[in-house]
């Protein structure tokens, strides 16, 4: 056997497992969690309508750019562009950032679905009236939050040193399935309660004069966060893919799968919370609220549903943080030459100590703020409001502007092997209408929304990269 240096790429060990493991990436707490109260904040039919608009016209588009880019060199995200263009490294190291600070918080969120199994069996339901004073005093204590969030991270590294095809394509083979199915069902639970109709009216006729400048960043940002897009995720993922993949329908059966289950979680949760005479404007804590409130109804056998559903959303939490970490892990092997081991070990043990500062921030280091926000909305704002997007306006300038037209159609299409109609309207896309739509809402945006020292610190952060990028 010829003895090389280099290790031989991982990949996948079938199509199905590919899909069904970019699909656990894109699916998580930003479908069950984020989506159904951010759509409660930015005022129901009108936030999703503008979030559709943009997953179809941007998501799937950038979905497929970055399958494309991965699978062409064969490299995680900053490797992939330093690979083509050095002068672009910081746009995929900016990727890993993002990654790194999204898993600054989202272990805090995934350690509360966890808790939540377990106290599903220990009395939550008990008591309807006091369940949401319950999930306050829960998140601001300093101890029993972070022990939940560190068993939900070590969770996440054992998965990830085990490597790619043996650990993370068997964990979204087996619970993306049950996680549909339980979907539906406590949908439809939520649709036949009393006074449910208000829900579905105010999900599903929009009312426009609800719409600001902040409505359209916040429906772009949870559009990339959702989607796992802007931060290399997908780069990553379609770097581990085989040459023979089509990846438009690919990229096209991932993004219905994700939009599918949020308007999902959506349908189970809004009209119960109407249902309920709660304000829609719940915030964070929406899901773990109204949930617990309808399985409470259900008598004895709620008590199942709720351990059941939080084992789902726990999962769907897995793997997709999974995939966050595995984007720091890549980095750290591919540009770093580290062993996975340590490179896992190094990477996680960062985001337990951010993710303990986050989950504090919730209630002992309230008053410690940095530019105006709690550790928590730091990391949280920085990345959905400004990374995610910027990364994603970074990745389509890229291919519509550095990189051959025949190169990107000759991957594409697996060499014209794969026909793809439209490659001449998604290439117009990417090039031209996604930068000049991102920009517009981004500054629109950024304008309409406070933390703006926040904002300028992110894209003071984005041009220090760029400057120094052929040094990362
Ligand atoms: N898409 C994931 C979710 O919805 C979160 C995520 C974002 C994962 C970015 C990877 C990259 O929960």
Known sequence: MEKSSSRKRESWGSRFGFIMAAAGSAVGLGNIWRFPYLTGENGGGAFIFIYLIFVIVIGLSIMLAEFTL??????????????????????GVLGVLSSFMIMGFYPVVGGWATAYIFKSFTGLLSNPAAIGDAFGAFISNPIEPVIWMVIYLAT??????????????????????????????IGLRSVTLEGAGAGLKFMFMPDWSKVQGSTFLAALGQAFFSLSLGMGAMITYGSYLDKKENLPSSALTVTILDTSVAILAGIAIIPALFAFGMEPNQGPGLVFIVLPQLFAQLGGIGVIFSAIF???????ALTSSVSLLE?????????KGMARKKAVSLAGGSMIITSL?????????????????????????????????????LICIFIGWFVKK????????????????LFDVWYNIVKYIIPIAIAFVAVFGIL?????????FGLAVIVVLAIFSKKL
């Not at 991965?70 to 746009?91: I, Q, S, V």
Request: charged share 15%.
């Open 70 to 91: 991965g699978r062409r060199t064969k490299l995680a995200a900053a490797g992939a562009y330093k690979n083509m263009d050095k002068r672009w490294t910081f746009a």
């Open 156 to 185: 996440n590294i054992l998965i990830v040193v085990k490597g790619v095809a043996s650990g993370i394509e068997k964990a979204g083979k087996i619970l993306m399935p049950v996680l549909l199915v339980l979907m539906i069902l």
């Open 310 to 316: 939080f084992i789902a959303l726990m999962i769907a």
């Open 327 to 335: 984007v720091v892990v890549a980095y750290l092997m591919d540009q």
């Open 357 to 393: 500062l986050s989950s504090l921030s919730m209630g002992v280091m309230s008053g410690f703020t940095v530019l105006g926000v709690g550790v928590f909305d730091f990391f949280d704002i920085l990345t959905d409001k400004i990374f995610l997007a910027i990364g994603g306006m």
């Open 406 to 421: 025949e190169d990107i159609k000759n991957e594409l299409t697996n060499g014209g092997a794969t026909k793809f109609a």
């Open 448 to 456: 309409s929304i406070p933390f703006k020292g926040l904002m300028l």
